[in-house]
């Protein structure tokens, strides 16, 4: 039997950093900065699993129950884009699921408190 490796980043990006005694401390383990490392390879171990080739493909990003009008879409976009596509301007979080070679996002913001859901595949390049 096959066993499939799951592997999970989250990237919250109003976290606030203390110290064990509640006191607010200028070094932060586990933010969004620290986790924005992990998501690297997280994303390279789908790209890998996929035979990504950034020459020829491109990401297509599928989002549904977007926003508070639970919108649905998607987005073409770079590899190194992926990030600056699924964030918001105001505070959310950002739950990458790998497994096998699927991709999935979950973002819960203010307007998506039941969350929006994204699953990312490899396409061709369009041509030009």
């Known amino acids: 039997m096959d066993t499939m490796e799951k592997q999970v980043v989250e990237l ?24 924005k490392n992990n998501l690297k390879y997280l994303l390279k171990g789908w790209a ?10 491109v990401v297509r990003i ?16 770079e590899f ?11 505070d959310f979080r950002l739950t990458f699921t790998l497994e096998g070679s699927a991709l999935s996002v979950r973002r819960g913001s ?7 859901y994204f699953t990312l595949s490899v396409m061709e390049r369009p041509e030009e």
């Not at 607010?24 to 620290?34: M, T």
Request: aromatic share 8%.
């Open 48 to 57: 890998d699993a996929n035979n990504f080739d950034a020459d020829k493909q």
């Open 110 to 116: 203010h307007d998506e408190p039941t969350g929006a």
């Open 12 to 35: 919250e990006n109003n976290c606030t950093c203390t110290n064990e005694d509640g006191s607010y401390s200028a070094d932060c383990f586990g933010c969004y900065d620290d986790a």
């Open 62 to 77: 599928h989002g549904r129950a977007m926003t508070w009008l639970r919108s649905e879409g998607y987005a073409v976009v």
């Open 80 to 90: 190194d884009s992926i990030l600056d596509a699924l964030t918001l301007n105001g």
